[in-house]
């Protein structure tokens, strides 16, 4: 499945509709919110979190170039390989070319955001290398062809007779809506492919500069038996994971696992620092970690728009997001979806391409409330909407209509002049008890007739009764 930005409009239209989607989009989401209350509310420092998450994201983006050199000097001590990727085909070329030298057919892979940004398990099948997602809900969204629709929660847009026909039709077994009996068919089918596969891919939640440690946080244990079964382990992160040090760490880990599944702390959080050392049982031979830009070193020298850098990957804005809610995931046409999605893409991609993003917004606010490191998302979007504007990629009826209605805003005389002549023409306007038909506003929204008298008129009125 491909969707591109550019078709957000018409996507979003058909999805609305959805009724089925939108109602177990808003179970989901209400489901993870609430769960995400709970948790926080024992925290009696929640906020105080917040702000210590903020002011670390922010010296760490803030020094950024300096960090990941620190962290590839201590990684490379360590015994790990380090290469810096430029973009997504540096990338997959490095690792293509890793897999090729080592002859490797079957790869696995644990659930990664930035893997699927620069979309590596196409590049791997198209080479003929098997290549298989290990997270549950990547290894669902995989099967079916489709793109994940959620960070956090890959195949929430898949009911549970979903994923049965799914994997009945897919897998060759039995028909069955049980969750458990579910993950007990995915679990014996993926055993295989780990103890088969030469190589293992991971994202990394973290990298720390002090001590060139890859830090992963998951639920399931697919991620660590990606990590260390096979006998090479490719880490994939983006350079704006970098953190300062260990100390550091503690912070993430409390509002992570809260702000993304409702957790006090995630299942497994590993801390990988170097390939398996002599005497060792377990652990790959090798560590390579692909360092990431792709296009975030343009959004680091925007001091407008590097805040969306902080992202951590919670998910928690999406869960929020009334917009989100309404059209799903892969309406956006990005792996990025929700209100992040909406500032980062168009930074990553381009503004052009990804115009309408920045208004799938209510900009009401809460992603910016509930988002753990503070950042300011709703502004960001708004900042986008005026650059948008100011690069004229709007409609241009609508700029033009802005523009009047600019001019009339600003003067008394013509404000007063337009008013009465509308309140002239309305009565010849057909359907007199309708909305007004205003191009392009109408399309989705009303625009209310004109009351019969100006509040000039109902005042003098009142004036005049008093006197």
């Not at 003929?128 to 099967?143: A, H, M, N, P, S």
């Not at 793109?147 to 994997?167: C, N, Q, V, W, Y």
Request: contains cysteine; neutral net charge; proline residues 5%.
């Amino acid at each position: 499945m491909h969707i591109t930005s550019k078709e957000f409009k018409s996507k979003a239209a058909e999805k609305s509709q959805d009724i089925a989607a939108r109602q177990r989009f808003g179970a989901a989401t209400h489901h993870a919110v609430e769960a995400r209350n709970r948790v926080v509310r024992e925290v009696l420092n929640w906020e105080a979190l917040r702000e210590t998450a903020h002011g670390i994201k922010e010296y760490s983006i803030g020094h950024l170039a300096d960090l990941l050199q620190e962290f590839e000097r201590n990684a490379t001590a360590n015994g790990v390989m380090v290469y810096w990727a430029e973009n997504e085909e540096h990338a997959c070329n490095y690792i293509l070319d890793l897999a090729r030298r080592n002859n490797a057919s079957l790869i696995v892979k644990s659930k990664s955001m930035v893997t699927e940004e620069i979309q590596l398990s196409h590049v791997l099948e198209k080479e003929g290398i098997e290549t298989v997602e290990t997270d549950l809900g990547e290894f669902i969204v995989q099967l079916a062809g489709e793109a994940p629709s959620h960070i956090t929660t890959p195949a929430i847009h898949k009911s549970r007779e979903d994923i049965g026909r799914l994997f009945s039709d897919r897998l060759g077994v039995q028909f069955s809506s049980d969750p458990a009996q579910l993950t007990s068919v995915a679990r014996d089918f993926l055993r295989e492919k780990f103890l088969k596969a030469q190589i293992g891919i991971s994202g990394g939640n973290f990298a720390i500069a002090e001590t060139g440690d890859i830090i992963i946080v998951e639920n399931e244990g697919n991620a660590r038996l990606t990590t260390t079964v096979p006998r090479i382990h490719v880490a994939v992160i983006g350079i704006e994971k970098v953190i300062p040090c260990l100390e550091d760490l503690p912070t993430f880990l409390a509002i992570l696992a809260r702000s993304g599944t409702g957790q006090k702390i995630t299942s497994y959080v590993s801390l990988i620092r170097s390939p398996k050392r002599p005497g060792e049982i377990d652990g790959p031979e090798e560590v390579h970690v692909v360092l990431l830009d792709n296009g975030r070193s343009e959004i680091l020298a925007d001091p407008k728009m590097r805040e969306v850098l902080y992202c951590i990957r919670c998910g928690a804005c999406l869960n929020v997001c009334p917009v989100y809610q309404t059209v799903g995931g892969h309406t956006y046409g990005s792996v990025y979806p929700g209100p992040i999605g909406s500032v980062f893409t168009p930074m990553m991609a381009s503004l052009e391409e990804s115009k309408d993003l920045p208004y799938a917004s209510s900009l009401c606010g809460r992603c910016s409330e509930i988002c753990p490191v503070k950042i300011d998302i709703h502004h960001l979007l708004l900042w986008l909407r005026r650059k948008s504007v100011d690069e004229r990629l709007s409609n241009p009826l609508e700029r033009l209509m802005i523009q009047v209605w600019c001019m009339i805003m600003k003067s008394a005389a013509l404000y007063q002049f337009t008013s009465r002549i509308g309140r002239l023409l309305q009565p010849v306007l057909p359907k007199k008890n309708s909305s007004l038909r205003v191009p392009p506003w109408s399309k989705s929204r009303d625009f209310p007739r004109l009351a019969p008298k100006t509040f000039r008129d109902l005042w003098s009125e009142i004036q005049k009764d008093s006197t």
